[in-house]
C-alpha cells in the first residue's frame, strides 16, 4: 500500500482538487484506494454524497482511537473516503495536547495489519502501449456497498489541511510519499526550497524518510504575463521532480460544486484529461495516453529552463 500526502504549506495551492481527482482516477483504473480528509470544511468528503456519513470520521479515529477501517465509507467503485466533520479540531487539539504526532502511524499500522495484502495480478490495461482515458469510468455505489469495507488498498492518501497545523505533522509522519500542489507566482521555487527544508527539520530525528513523488504545477493559467518564467523557474531548480501542469479549467470548480470530479464532469475538458494523465503516471504507468497533448507554452517553459541549466554550467 502506498501512503501518498497531498502537501503544500500554502493555502489555496489546489491540494484538495489534486487529493480528490487523483484518489477517484485511481480508483477508475482499478485501484483500490482510501481518501483522508483532513480539512474540517470535508470539501473532500463530500464525495460520499448523495450517501450520508455520521460516525465515525477521522476526528474519531485519532481522538477516539476507532479504527480507521471503520470509518471508511465507499463514496465511488473502489474509493473509500475517511471524511471529516466540524469538530475536526477535537483532533488537532488532541495530537497537540498529548504530543502524539504518531498517532496515524499507529492507526495505519493498525489498518495494515486488518487488510489483506494487495492483489497482484496485473490490471488489464497495465502492459498496452497506449490507454485512453475514454476506456475508463468513475462508478457510484449504491446504499450497501457505501458500508462496505475495503479487503486489501494499494492506495492511501492524505489530503492536508489549508494551513499546517498538529494534523499536518501526524499525516506527514504517517506518510511515505508526498505530492506537492503549487500555484505559479513570483518565487515559487523559493517556496518550495523552503518547504523542503521545512520536510527535512521535521524528519530530521526520525528514521522514516519522505520522498518526494512529485511537484504539480497546478492552476495554471497562460494569460499571466510571467506563468512560463515561473514555471520555467520551477522546472529548472526542481527538474527530475516537477511534473506536467494542470491548468485552469472552468470543469474543477463546476465539478466540485456538484460533488463530483473533473472527469465525471467532463472527461473531455483540458483539466479532466490532466488529472487522469497524472494518476496514469503516478502510478507508474510509461506508455502514451492518447488524447493528452502536451501545451506549447509548458514545452517552452522546459526549453527554456534547460537552456538555463547549458549556460549556467
Known amino acids: 500500500m502506498r501512503i501518498i500526502t497531498i502537501y503544500n504549506k500554502k ?12 484518489a477517484a482516477n485511481l480508483a477508475a483504473l482499478g485501484f483500490k484506494v482510501a481518501l483522508l480528509d483532513g480539512d474540517e470544511q470535508a470539501n473532500a468528503s463530500m464525495l460520499t454524497l448523495p450517501h450520508r456519513y455520521q460516525r465515525p470520521t477521522l476526528t474519531h479515529v485519532v481522538s477516539e482511537n476507532v479504527p480507521l477501517l471503520d470509518a471508511m465509507y465507499q463514496a465511488r467503485r473502489n474509493l473509500w473516503i475517511v471524511p471529516a466533520d466540524m469538530h475536526l479540531t477535537r483532533a488537532v487539539e488532541y495530537i497537540h495536547g498529548q504530543q502524539d504526532f504518531d498517532v496515524l502511524c499507529d492507526r495505519v499500522d493498525d489498518l495494515q495489519a486488518d487488510l489483506e495484502e494487495s492483489a497482484s495480478e496485473e490490471l488489464p490495461w497495465w502492459n ?8 475508463f469510468k ?6 450497501e456497498e457505501f458500508h462496505t469495507h475495503p479487503d486489501y488498498l494499494d ?13 499536518t505533522t501526524a499525516m506527514l509522519y504517517a506518510s511515505q510519499e508526498v505530492l506537492i500542489p ?4 513570483e518565487y515559487a ?16 530525528r526520525r528514521q522514516q524518510k519522505l520522498k518526494i513523488t512529485g511537484i504539480v504545477p497546478f492552476k495554471v493559467n497562460h494569460t499571466g504575463a510571467l506563468t512560463v518564467d515561473y514555471l520555467s523557474s520551477v522546472w529548472r531548480a526542481f527538474p527530475t521532480l516537477t511534473t506536467f501542469s494542470i491548468h485552469t479549467d472552468k470543469t474543477i470548480p463546476n465539478a466540485q460544486a456538484y460533488q463530483k470530479t473533473s472527469f465525471e ?21 510509461q506508455g502514451k495516453i492518447v488524447g493528452f497533448d502536451d501545451c506549447k507554452h509548458c514545452a517552452h517553459a522546459r526549453e527554456l529552463a534547460q ?3 547549458v549556460v549556467e554550467v
Open 11 to 22: 493555502g489555496g495551492t489546489g491540494k484538495t482538487s489534486c487529493a480528490t481527482n487523483l
Open 128 to 135: 498496452k502501449p497506449e490507454v485512453r482515458p475514454r476506456d
Open 138 to 143: 468513475i462508478e457510484p455505489t449504491t446504499q
Open 155 to 167: 492506495f492511501l492518501i492524505f489530503d492536508n489541511p489549508p494551513n499546517p497545523n498538529a494534523l
Open 182 to 185: 503549487v500555484e505559479l507566482e
Open 189 to 204: 521555487y523559493q517556496g518550495l526550497a523552503q518547504m523542503f527544508e521545512d520536510i527535512q527539520r521535521k524528519f530530521r
Open 265 to 285: 464532469e467532463d472527461r473531455s475538458s483540458r483539466g479532466a484529461k490532466e488529472l487522469f494523465a497524472l494518476a496514469l503516471r503516478i502510478a507508474g504507468y
Open 307 to 309: 537552456q538555463a541549466e
